[in-house]
């Protein structure tokens, strides 16, 4: 099920999309890290939940809302003139997990959230964890583009990922 947050949420079901909140979000609940704080195009704050624990860092990615880029390599995705962006955040000790991203521009982007466990900065199968805005459990599966779409409003705003790890046969999905 796709929950959306804006007016146009009729529109936004129709499309298989999440949509944004058009207000900005607090100053508050920036993260530490001052992704944020840079010019660029909206923001969108991920909150993560469902966190297996607190070792390592954590990556949001944002992809063309595309089929043939969803996943790409980025270096080919910059080769090919194609917008992306990544951010790298800390893990915090304690308290909410919030990671900050700018997108390139107002419209339809795919997310990627990983939790890089073990701090080699390539996924590791058995020990990171992974999430995208739909919080559909991803079984054993790659994720699919429509489980990562979300329309980007031009005033940006929150999105939560439930983070999922390998979970025995059955692939990934939360841990509670």
């Not at 890089?116 to 739909?134: E, H, I, V, Y």
Request: proline fraction near 8%.
């Amino acid at each position: 099920m796709i929950r959306t947050l804006a007016a146009s949420a009729t529109l936004a079901l129709a499309a298989g999309t999440l949509a944004f909140v058009a207000a900005p979000p607090a100053a508050a609940a920036d993260p530490t890290d001052g992704s944020c704080a840079l010019p660029g195009g909206p923001r969108i704050l991920v909150h993560v939940e469902g966190l297996k624990d607190r070792t390592g860092r954590l990556k949001v990615e944002l992809y063309p809302a595309t089929e043939e880029d969803f996943l790409k390599d980025d270096r080919d995705l910059r080769r090919e003139g194609k917008p992306f962006r990544r951010v790298w955040a800390s893990m915090p000790a304690s308290g909410p997990v919030t990671v900050c991203i700018r997108a390139p521009s107002a419209g339809q982007w795919a997310l990627l959230f990983t939790h890089d466990r073990d701090g080699k900065n390539k996924f590791n199968f058995w020990q990171d964890g992974a999430g995208f805005p739909s919080n559909q459990r991803l079984g054993r599966s790659r994720p699919k583009l429509h489980q990562a779409l979300l329309n980007v409003s031009p005033a940006g705003g929150g999105i939560t990922v439930r983070a999922q790890y390998l979970r025995g046969l059955g692939g990934f999905g939360p841990i509670d």
